[in-house]
């Protein structure tokens, strides 16, 4: 059983930053695996955000987020993070990270099979 428990997140204003850290356990030793990070705002759906692959280290991010955020994974401290910069009003989500053991369709919330309890992120203008 893979256990993901999300922290870091917060409130801040507009062109600030956050960093949100996901760490994770019970997973054991795999080759082949992915962490994503979604998000969900009140009345929309959720959606994929950033994803980091244990090969090579591939990262993918969505449009909307693609030169603000970046994604990282430490193995020694089993833990990925997600450095949020530039932040804006629209950012303003529950964040979840979220695992699956095989690594295609990296921002399919629909594809991940283990997922945290979300940390809010409030973004003010």
């Known amino acids: 059983q893979v256990q993901l428990v999300e922290s870091g997140g917060g409130s801040v204003q507009a062109g600030g930053s956050l960093t949100l850290s996901c760490a994770a356990s019970g997973y054991g030793i795999r080759w082949n695996y992915m962490v994503g990070w979604f998000r969900q705002a009140p009345g929309k759906e959720r959606e994929g955000v950033a994803a980091?692959?244990?090969?090579?280290?591939?990262?993918y991010y969505s449009d909307s987020v693609k030169g603000r955020f970046t994604i990282s994974l430490d193995n020694a401290k089993n833990t990925v993070s997600l450095q949020m910069n530039s932040l804006k009003p629209e950012d303003t989500a529950m964040y979840y990270c979220?695992?699956?053991?095989?690594?295609?369709?990296?921002?399919?919330?629909?594809?991940?099979?283990?997922w945290g309890q979300g940390t809010q992120v409030t973004v003010s203008s």
């Open positions: 979220a695992y699956k053991p095989r690594t295609w369709s990296p921002l399919n919330p629909s594809d991940y099979d283990y």
């Open positions: 980091i692959s244990s090969v090579a280290g591939s990262t």
